[in-house]
């Protein structure tokens, strides 16, 4: 373990004469991300895909003047750490403060209708042969899928990947991520969603089945790719970091179900351990997407300096509970999450959502200095309206510590 540095406007925040007013969502989300107790419970959940499938559809009269997200945000009150904000809903799952930056690689897109969903056509000319990939917005879930992957003729297919991702690099628009800061203000922080591990990149490539079977049959053409994308990846990390971003996301959808600790060493260790490296170094903070099934891994993440997961799940969606992922990462690892899917499922009052959230916040008080109140990966688009106002007004109520 090691001390880290300080966060940007750390010295005014300690400073700060706490009996004048109220933290701000900006004072208390800096608090968490540089280790420090904050007033109350950090409440930011994720309303990307709620909020995008129900403005086509019809808002509830109460938000109807809701533009965006950070819009739905601040009609409830609520603090802000996304990385979705500036994402273009429709066509990506991260990124949007990025731009690629080809050589060596022309790469043609074009996009067609196939009733009211949108698909997206990619064609990638290397010099060992042409890729191609086709990816679908469904409006019916709100959600973009991906149809045909770059890669699904293993073997013959590799030299061309090995010349797309070596011909693959990334350009941080540090102005766009200052706008959107702006924009947020006092509300919160905006986290950089713009990178994701090795192990992932293969997953988008090839599926994960395929990646398997890569690992397993041709692990040196496998450790090629990978070297090639973690320089990438590292370049962008540093282009963040040198911006000043607080906090910056590996969109790794981390389930040991794929993420197993094996395949982690063999891929990913490396990346971790460096990015997190490159953002101790400016004062920012390293946090890993999670998706599912996590505790095998806890250890491994944490010691290779990762900050924190994104996006929590409890049983039986996760394997852990989310204090004890924070006692597996460590004394200072962040852990954001504690709504899913299933909460929405199964909490149908109001009393059951304060009976919910008061045992959480309960078992998670000792780590108010190390938890963000979110959303489990994402907020469902079958969530109703009054359920999330439940969740607010549980939050005001419960959270002060």
């Not at 690629?100 to 690689?105: E, Q």
Request: net charge neutral.
């Amino acid at each position: 373990m090691y001390n880290l540095p300080p966060m940007p406007g750390d010295a005014a925040l300690m400073n700060r004469n706490e009996t004048q007013r109220p933290m701000t969502g900006r004072e208390a989300v800096a608090a968490v991300l540089a280790g420090r107790r904050p007033e109350r419970i950090v409440y930011s959940p994720n309303y990307w895909q709620w909020f995008a499938h129900h403005e086509r559809r019809g808002l509830p009269p109460e938000i109807a003047h809701c533009k965006s997200q950070l819009d739905l945000l601040r009609h409830l009150g609520l603090d802000v750490l996304s990385r979705n904000l500036y994402s273009d809903q429709q066509t990506c799952w991260l990124g949007g403060l990025s731009d690629l930056v080809w050589s060596g690689v022309t790469c043609e897109e074009r996009e067609t209708r196939q009733g009211q969903d949108r698909v997206f056509h990619r064609v990638y000319h290397t010099k060992k042969g042409t890729l191609t990939e086709r990816q679908r917005y469904r409006t019916d879930q709100s959600t973009l899928v991906q149809e045909k992957f770059v890669v699904d003729d293993l073997p013959r297919e590799l030299d061309a990947l090995e010349e797309l991702v070596r011909g693959r690099r990334w350009r941080f628009a540090a102005d766009r991520y200052r706008a959107v800061q702006a924009e947020v203000g006092q509300d919160g922080y905006v986290v950089a969603g713009e990178l994701y591990c090795p192990l992932k990149m293969l997953h988008f490539a090839m599926n994960p089945v395929n990646t398997c079977y890569l690992l397993v049959d041709d692990p040196g053409r496998a450790a090629a790719l990978v070297a090639l994308h973690e320089a990438a990846m590292l370049d962008l990390a540093e282009q963040i970091a040198a911006a000043g971003v607080p906090a910056m996301l590996a969109m790794d959808n981390l389930d040991t179900l794929f993420h197993t600790p094996s395949a982690v060493r063999q891929c990913s260790a490396s990346f971790y351990e460096q990015a997190a490296r490159i953002c101790h170094a400016h004062g920012s903070r390293l946090l890993v997407h999670a998706c599912g099934r996590q505790r095998a891994v806890l250890g491994l993440l944490a010691s290779l300096g990762v900050d924190g997961l994104e996006g929590v799940a409890a049983p039986p969606l996760g394997d852990v509970e989310l204090d004890e992922a924070l006692r597996l990462l460590g004394d200072r690892g962040i852990v954001t999450g504690g709504i899913s899917a299933l909460e929405f499922e199964r909490l149908r009052t109001r009393e059951a959502v304060f009976a919910y959230v008061r045992d959480l916040f309960a078992r998670m008080a000792p780590f108010a200095h190390r938890f963000v109140f979110s959303s489990s990966c994402n907020t469902p688009i079958t969530a109703p309206w009054e359920t999330l106002k439940h969740f607010r007004d549980a939050w005001r109520e419960l959270g002060g510590l």
